[in-house]
């Protein structure tokens, strides 16, 4: 039997915040940037789900990540206005 760690659930739930700051940009981000958001968040969804078991505290680290991409974001837009 398999020990299943917190990790992994606190990753997904990173995530999923991740997306609703992704989405919560589209009141002052373009919205091309919010789009490009989230079609870059997709495929860190996908990477945590797939190492939501085998490797639960890297998931938490992808959505750290995403944070960070994030962030980026913010200061990207905020620069440019």
Do not use: H, Q
Request: contains cysteine; glycine residues 12%.
């Amino acid at each position: 039997m398999r020990r299943v760690t917190p990790w992994g659930f606190i990753g997904i739930g990173g995530l999923a915040c991740d997306l609703f700051l992704y989405g919560a940009s589209a009141t002052f981000a373009p919205l091309w940037v919010v789009a490009l958001m989230v079609v870059i968040w997709l495929p860190l969804m996908g990477l945590g789900m797939k190492w939501f078991n085998d490797r639960a505290l890297w998931t938490f680290w992808v959505s750290v990540v995403g944070a960070v991409l994030w962030l980026g974001e913010i200061a990207l837009v905020a620069a440019t206005k």
